[in-house]
């Protein structure tokens, strides 16, 4: 098993530019998210779903949208890049039949816009 | 609100043992957890405790819960330059969908 794969790993933008970030699982899990880390803030939630076709806001979700397809999949996209998502993205995902719901995280993503 | 909060940088020296503490909001979190991230790549759980026991331990590590004081340790006996992370504390949210509020991180540099 891969596991949590995100592509790219490394990105430049410019201002107002778009992209999608790809995450990818292939561990069954129906629960996935997507996590923005910006040095001493911790990890913040920017969009989760729960399975196929369900997503829903997390704590940052202004500036992103998601889309959940099939339950491999889970793509982050910015429509209008400002300066403020230059960040580092993380997928993750987890299962609901998980005993202590354990999330497993892809190896990131580092968007800087300038 | 609902910061979890840790401090932000531990220095210790190889072999000594380090102690990682924080601070949860929600008193209803089920499991508590601690995340290390090495640079460069994603977290991974090391260890979680369920918010029913006070004390967990696992090899070398002893997590600590004070639910009164909302109180979560890590304890890493005998540091080793391989600990040298960043380690995050979680505690699960209410609502569904397995979701988690992270801590700041807290920078461990173990030092010869």
């Known amino acids: 098993n891969a596991g949590v794969t995100q592509t790219p790993k490394f990105r430049i933008l410019k201002i107002g530019q778009s992209m999608t970030l790809q995450c990818a699982q292939d561990?069954?899990?129906?629960?996935m998210y997507w996590y923005r880390q910006d040095p001493g803030m911790g990890l913040k939630l920017i969009y989760y779903s729960v399975g196929a076709g369900i997503t829903d806001k997390g704590e940052v979700p202004n500036g992103y949208n998601v889309s959940r397809s099939t339950t491999e999949d889970f793509p982050l996209r910015l429509e209008l890049a400002a300066p403020s998502q230059t960040s580092v993205y993380f997928c993750?995902?987890?299962?609901?039949?998980?005993?202590?719901?354990?999330?497993?995280f892809g190896p990131g993503t580092r968007l800087t816009v300038l | 609100g609902e910061d979890v909060e840790q401090s932000l940088f531990l220095s210790v020296r190889e072999g000594d043992s380090s102690v990682i503490n924080c601070t949860y909001t929600?008193?209803?979190?089920?499991?508590l957890y601690w995340y290390k991230q090495e640079p460069g790549a994603g977290l991974q759980l090391l260890t979680y405790?369920?918010?029913?026991?006070d004390m967990k331990q696992d090899q070398r590590l002893t997590v600590l819960l004070n639910k009164k004081d909302k109180h979560l340790s890590l304890r890493i006996a005998d540091t080793q330059t391989g600990d040298s992370a960043i380690y995050f504390c979680?505690?699960?949210?209410?609502?569904?969908?397995?979701?988690?509020?992270f801590g700041t991180g807290t920078q461990l540099k173990v030092e010869l």
């Open positions: 405790i369920f918010s029913n026991m």
């Open positions: 561990m069954n899990h129906n629960y």
């Open positions: 979680a505690e699960s949210r209410p609502g569904g969908g397995n979701k988690l509020t």
């Open positions: 929600d008193s209803s979190s089920t499991y």
């Open positions: 993750a995902s987890s299962s609901p039949k998980s005993s202590y719901n354990e999330q497993f």
